[in-house]
Structures are given as C-alpha cells and as structure tokens.
T-cell receptor
Framework: SQQGEEDPQALSIQEGENATMNCSYK?????LQWYRQNSGRGLVHLIL?????REKHSGRLRVTLDTSKKSSSLLITASRAADTASYFC?????????????FGQGTRLTINP | GAVVSQHPSWVICKSGTSVKIECRSL??????MFWYRQFPKQSLMLMAT?????????EQGVEKDKFLINHASLTLSTLTVTSAHPEDSSFYIC?????????????FGPGTRLTVL
C-alpha cells in the first residue's frame, strides 16, 4: 500500500512562477526522495534528503523535510514548460537488507507557456 | 549515470498468453531489482523484489504464480505475466539501486506498456 500522500494532486501554473508540492508519510524513514516522471516514461531521480537533514538544494529545486510532521515539500523555482511532468515523493523502507521505496500518489504539474 | 533498460517498450497480446519483460542494468551490477506496476494517472505500486540467485519477494496481494520473476544474472531480471488477462494491462516499470549504499537512490527503466486484448 502507498504510504505517501501528496498534494495537490494536480497543479497548473504559468511559466516563470514557482511550483510547490507537498508530501506526507506515516512511518519513520531513512530518507525521502523526489522523482519526476514524464508521461509514459520511467522515473528520474531528482533529489534525496536524509532524515537528519531539514533542507536541501539542487539547481532550481529546494526540498524541505519535517520529520516531526512527517512531511516534505518540493519547490521548483522559475518554472519552465519542460518541467511539465508528474512528481512523486518516495520514502526509503528497509526490508531484510533489500531497500524498497514506497511512493506517494504524485502531483501532476503543468507549466503553461 | 547509471542506465536501466527494459524490453519491450510496449507489447500487445491476446488473453491467455504469457508475456516476458526484461530489465537490464547496463553499466552496473544489481543484486536486487524492483518491479512496479502503474495504472493511468496513478502512482507506482511495488509488486516484488527480485533477488539475484534466490527467490523473489512478493508484496502482499501479488500472485507469485501469476507474475513470475527470475533474476538469473547480476544485470538481468525478467518478469513474466502468465496467462495474461485484460486486467493485467498496465505500465510495468523496473528499478535497481546502484550498489548497497546508505542512500537508496533507484535507477528506473523506461517502462513497458502491456495491453492484453
């Protein structure tokens, strides 16, 4: 079962604006990751934040993590039309040495030119 | 960067037939691979963990006799959908972690779209 919940489910903004997506989870985690998926394609890893980190940056991406609230946010600044995609958060759960990810429901982001 | 490939990228088959999907890690070895299925506009649902040289570990509710997984080498895992039915139509994606590190960054294949008529 999916433990992550993301909001909004869909987001449509104008090019140049900032896009913020949120993710909540239920159990303790080792880390939280954000992935991007273009329509009908595989997922691309964007950024990882560990449970002892609060904020991380990568280019136009900014991720925050609040373990007390079991939530994370992904901010994309100065959005571009090419950022149109679905974005998923995933939490790292360990199982007998194998590491498996549990994905949130995703946010479908549309950037309008 | 690490690359994971899948073959075929899409397949259409008749109900009752079996379909094999391959997942390969191209520039690294993967003792573990993961298989997911994804319905339109929905999230990824983990089906099973493929372990090189041993049996796969299936998630609750996934029929292991229906979805056969074989991880015969350090670079190849296969998922066979046996006696496929229309409800098996979905997007199947595999992933592999690159080495056993503290961080579990996954590299995903491009996916296989299965349509069962």
């Amino acid at each position: 079962s999916q433990q992550g919940e993301e909001d909004p489910q869909a987001l449509s903004i104008q090019e140049g604006e900032n896009a913020t997506m949120n993710c909540s989870y239920k159990t303790s985690i080792n880390n939280l990751q954000w992935y991007r998926q273009n329509s009908g394609r595989g997922l691309v890893h964007l950024i990882l934040i560990r449970s002892n980190e609060r904020e991380k940056h990568s280019g136009r991406l900014r991720v925050t993590l609040d373990t007390s609230k079991k939530s994370s946010s992904l901010l994309i600044t100065a959005s571009r039309a090419a950022d149109t995609a679905s974005y998923f958060c995933a939490t790292d759960r360990r199982n007998q040495g194998a590491q498996k990810l549990v994905f949130g429901q995703g946010t479908r982001l549309t950037i309008n030119p | 960067g690490a690359v994971v490939s899948q073959h075929p990228s899409w397949v259409i088959c008749k109900s009752g037939t079996s379909v094999k999907i391959e997942c390969r890690s191209l520039d690294f070895q993967a003792t573990t691979m993961f298989w997911y299925r994804q319905f339109p506009k929905q999230s990824l649902m983990l089906m099973a963990t493929s372990n090189e040289g041993s049996k796969a570990t299936y998630e609750q509710g996934v029929e292991k006799d229906k979805f056969l997984i074989n991880h015969a080498s350090l670079t190849l895992s296969t998922l066979t959908v046996t006696s496929a039915h229309p409800e098996d139509s979905s997007f199947y994606i595999c992933s592999a972690p690159r080495g056993y590190t503290r961080d579990n960054e996954q590299f995903f294949g491009p996916g296989t779209r299965l349509t069962v008529l």
